[in-house]
């Protein structure tokens, strides 16, 4: 029944009025309607080859050969609340602080949806937002704080599956599917009557880990859940078991991360093959919400008069690189998918050039046709994706050929910051000295496994010149260490007596409850030390 949607959508022309590329004002009558559906923790490897071999997502499909998929698009910082900060403010994180989970942005702050309604866009949201400050555990935002104490602790739960054994269990995260029906129900019974055009928000929790309560009371989302249903779409034989380094191998940061995540001990080939499948297998789930959208508006005659954006806040590593989660600038934490389809926008096409999150705030305006503020990070993606006007494109305001991303949350003990060109990555940490940087050419090396960075110093050096000439890092770095201290040094005196029972029973309480004398002088002496210059 799926397959026959897809095919009766795929029957229908997608004609109606081209978004204005470079800013040109529509009419507000011509001006089309937009949705945007933003997931979580979904890999954007998984929307091309070879990686879209391994699951099956019709919708995915649908909309790439109908539409515009973008093969190099990054998030500006792979943790929730910074990466949707970036997407909603359309800056990078440093611009907008927006450093861990606990910190994004202000409540009022102007967004692209703001801009839009003041220009006489209906709008609505629904589902996971997640760019304002004030959110997310509190053992998520002392782990980012204390970062830099010398301490090395487990942090969240040992990755591991747990199975539905349904063939028709269809709906496995329920609140998602909930938020999706709410969605439907507003375009069939208020945006289907609006004389204007809307800009429909969908945001989901899926294909992010579930929690994982089995870890004790202060728990992380460790848990790959699914049914049976799902897990038949997943084609178990190209399923890639990753190559790990040898733990004394691996780089500083990726060490105490996979330790802080709890993959360091031993894992079998066949636990990393259903930890992979399970996580493939909620991606198809999330395919068939993104679906029941683009089928809502087929039914109300919509979709020929929409733009559908699809994209993620970040990927997961699913035991790539011995971790699970986020937090890492390798492509499955990093690369996230993005594609669009709709009046004006191109069919079956496939962008190369590296974009990233920041991105859709100018694009969602030049959509409308809304003049573009002087100061974003980003830049439309029109130039890149709709039929040009006349012989060509205007040639002003294209996208820079490199991206920028940047980390400085929980399970990673340094800044990091990220230059992805063409066929570079350049990885710097802290303040450029103390941590080594990594260099991987992808065009030859994909997996990220050999970091060339001391056998190409000239490539390396030039990458990290570029990079400080975007952000100046070290002090970026410095301002996070600073803003770090300030956070919980409030947050213990606000806890008074309690301080010694409540920061032992965080998520990491297992390993801290052994020796919490030992800990607590690590935090003490960490804000003895001074911040590095």
């Not at 879209?52 to 109908?66: E, G, Y």
């Not at 269990?169 to 809307?198: C, G, I, Q, S």
């Not at 000239?458 to 002090?475: C, W």
Request: aromatic share 12%; hydrophobic share 40%.
């Amino acid at each position: 029944m799926l397959l026959l949607w897809v095919s009766v959508i795929a029957a229908s022309a997608l004609a109606a009025p081209t978004p204005a590329a470079g800013g040109q004002r529509l009419g507000l009558s011509a001006a089309p309607n937009v949705v945007l559906v933003a997931s979580d923790s979904f890999d954007g490897r998984l929307t091309f080859q070879p990686g879209s071999q391994v699951v099956k997502l019709p919708f995915i499909d649908f909309m790439k050969s109908h539409g515009t998929s973008f093969l190099n698009a990054y998030t500006n910082s792979p943790i929730c609340c910074p990466s949707r900060a970036a997407m909603w403010s359309g800056l990078f994180t440093h611009l907008t602080e927006s450093w861990n989970n606990f910190k994004g942005l202000d409540p009022n702050y102007t967004t692209w949806m703001d801009v839009m309604e003041e220009h006489g866009y209906w709008t609505q949201k629904f589902g996971k937002l997640d760019y304002t400050s004030g959110h997310h555990s509190v053992s998520n935002r002392v782990e980012a704080w204390t970062r830099d104490v010398e301490f090395l602790l487990k942090q969240e739960g040992r990755p591991m599956v747990n199975l539905i054994p349904s063939k028709d269990k269809v709906r496995v995260m329920e609140k998602d599917w909930k938020v999706v029906d709410k969605a439907v129900h507003w375009l069939r019974t208020e945006a289907v009557n609006y004389t204007r055009p809307f800009v429909l928000y969908l945001g989901l929790n899926l294909p992010h880990p579930y929690p994982s309560p089995s870890s004790g009371e202060n728990f992380g989302s460790s848990t790959f859940h699914t049914s049976l249903y799902w897990l038949e779409k997943v084609s178990h034989d190209a399923i890639k078991i990753p190559k790990w380094l040898p733990l004394p191998e691996m780089h500083p940061v990726d060490y105490y991360s996979s330790y802080t995540k709890n993959c360091t001990g031993k894992f079998t080939e066949r636990e990393i093959q259903k930890i992979r499948a399970f996580y493939y297998a909620m991606c198809a789930e999330t395919d068939a919400m993104l679906g029941e959208i683009i089928l809502a508006l087929r039914q109300l005659g919509l979709l020929q008069k929409t733009v559908v954006i699809y994209t993620s806040d970040h990927g997961e590593m699913a035991m790539e690189h011995r971790q699970f989660y986020k937090m890492s600038m390798y492509e499955a934490s990093a690369h996230v998918p993005l594609l669009m389809m709709g009046p004006g926008i191109r069919a079956s096409v496939q962008v190369p050039n590296v974009v990233s999150l920041v991105d859709i705030y100018p694009t969602m305006l030049d959509i409308a046709g809304i003049p573009l503020p002087k100061n974003l990070s980003g830049f439309s993606l029109l130039p890149l994706s709709s039929k040009p006007f006349g012989n060509e494109h205007p040639t002003k305001n294209l996208h820079p050929p490199w991206v920028l991303s940047e980390f400085h949350g929980c399970d990673v003990n340094a800044s990091t910051y990220m230059l992805r060109t063409d066929q570079w990555k350049y990885i710097a940490y802290a303040d450029g000295a103390s941590v080594p940087p990594q260099l991987f050419d992808l065009s030859s090396d994909p997996d990220e496994l050999i970091n060339i960075a001391t056998k190409f110093p000239e490539i390396a050096h030039s990458l990290d010149q570029k990079l400080r000439s975007i952000v100046n890092y070290p002090k970026v770095s410095a301002a996070v260490h600073q803003y770090n201290k300030e956070q919980f040094i409030k947050w213990k005196q606000s806890l008074g007596q309690n301080y010694s029972n409540v920061i032992a029973n965080l998520r990491w309480h297992e390993e801290w409850l052994r020796e919490p004398r030992k800990y607590e002088k690590a935090i003490r002496e960490w804000l003895k030390t001074p911040q590095f210059q």
